[in-house]
């Protein structure tokens, strides 16, 4: 580690208030398809005035930074990634309060407790978001969903901008669209209002999520190690990529431990260990075949780091 980010360190270590820095830490351990190899520094802030103070610091001594959810969509590269990684946690990013229909979640909340946690409280309107892994934040950026889209009951969300300021944003200011939105690159969402329906019946909410989810285990491989759907659904088709693939007999097809999905073609699994390498040498041979059988130009839907 150079000089620049220990003395970074230091700065951001005197203004800390629960935060928790690793060096060199392995980076599988934080995605779900569990690939990655080391980064320089790991920085989970204490609060988003730490988070504020703390990116000010680093932009001025120009390191590189990127801030991650839960792993559930970014490819982590394979060796070294020389930035510091900010992961949104603890008590000041990761909660969820309730007050009647309206819900205040972290931008750190873990999207399947939050959706589970409103129904148990009779609570509806989360419910479509079932079996999806990431984050509150980063599940807003990309307008998550299954069978609705997280930007369906949002009210507002509370933003770091780029120049430092915390500020909060109604719905209506944001444009979004299928699994994007119009967030600048470098705005980190902090925390989320959103407002659903209380009716109270706590029991048929549950049972609405098992059956969701039960649908969702039969036609999509949540339990192996996954990055979601790998392609966007190309917007002028009505053949989605998942079927695209599937009818170019494409599933199956293997690069190293990287596997297409038998279950759902737009996923791919780590069958053990696989790579960045092989991920990505898999999306490109996928990409081709899906473009020879269809004239269609896929766009990953993940994030691919270098």
Same mark, same amino acid.
């Given at each position: 580690?150079d ?6 360190? @230091?700065? %951001?270590?005197?203004?800390?208030? $629960?935060?928790?820095?690793? &060096?060199?830490?392995? *980076?599988?351990?934080h ?8 980064v ?10 730490e988070? #504020? ?10 390191i590189r930074? =990127?801030?991650?959810?839960n792993?559930s ?17 603890g ?6 309060h309730?007050n009647?229909?309206?819900v205040?979640?972290g931008a $750190?909340t873990?999207?399947?407790?939050l959706?589970?946690?409103c129904a #148990?409280? /009779? ?6 978001? !079932?079996?999806?892994?990431g ?9 998550? $969903? ?8 949002? &009210? @507002?969300?509370?933003? *770091? ?10 719905? +209506?200011?944001?444009?979004?669209a ?5 967030f ?6 902090i925390?989320?209002v959103?407002?659903l329906d ?5 029991p ?13 285990? =039969?036609?999509?491989? &949540?339990?192996?190690?996954t990055l ?14 998942g ?5 170019? $007999?494409l599933?199956?097809?293997r690069?190293?431990?990287?596997v297409v #999905?038998?279950?759902h /073609? @737009?996923f %791919?699994?780590n069958?053990?260990?696989?790579t ?9 041979? !996928?990409? !081709?075949r899906v473009? +020879?059988?269809?004239s269609?130009?896929f766009v990953? +839907?993940?994030n691919?780091?270098?």
């Amino acid at each position: 580690m150079d000089k620049k980010t220990l003395d970074a360190l @230091n700065d %951001i270590s005197a203004n800390s208030r $629960g935060s928790a820095v690793f &060096l060199n830490e392995s *980076l599988s351990r934080h995605t779900t398809i569990r690939i990655g190899g080391t980064v320089s520094v790991w920085y989970e802030p204490g609060t988003p005035e730490e988070l #504020s103070f703390s990116l000010s610091v680093l932009k001025k001594k120009k390191i590189r930074v =990127i801030v991650i959810g839960n792993g559930s969509n970014v490819l982590m590269p394979d060796g070294h990634l020389d930035a510091v990684v900010i992961k949104l946690a603890g008590d000041a990013f990761d909660y969820a309060h309730f007050n009647g229909g309206m819900v205040s979640a972290g931008a $750190g909340t873990h999207l399947p407790r939050l959706v589970s946690e409103c129904a #148990s409280r /009779g609570l509806a309107g989360m419910e479509g978001l !079932v079996g999806i892994p990431g984050t509150v934040g980063g599940g807003i950026v990309l307008n998550a $969903g299954y069978r609705t889209s997280i930007s369906d009951r949002l &009210l @507002n969300v509370e933003i *770091l901008t780029s120049k430092g300021r915390i500020t909060r944003r109604k719905k +209506e200011e944001i444009n979004f669209a299928y699994r994007r939105s119009s967030f600048d690159r470098n705005d980190i969402i902090i925390g989320a209002v959103f407002e659903l329906d209380p009716v109270r019946d706590a029991p048929y909410l549950r049972e609405r999520l098992r059956d969701l989810f039960v649908k969702k285990m =039969i036609s999509q491989p &949540l339990d192996e190690k996954t990055l979601g759907c790998v392609f966007r659904n190309p917007e002028d088709r009505e053949t989605g990529s998942g079927r695209m693939i599937d009818l170019a $007999g494409l599933k199956g097809m293997r690069e190293g431990g990287a596997v297409v #999905s038998e279950k759902h /073609g @737009n996923f %791919i699994v780590n069958s053990g260990g696989a790579t960045a390498s092989d991920v990505r040498k898999l999306m490109k041979t !996928v990409s !081709v075949r899906v473009k +020879e059988r269809f004239s269609v130009d896929f766009v990953p +839907e993940i994030n691919i780091l270098e």
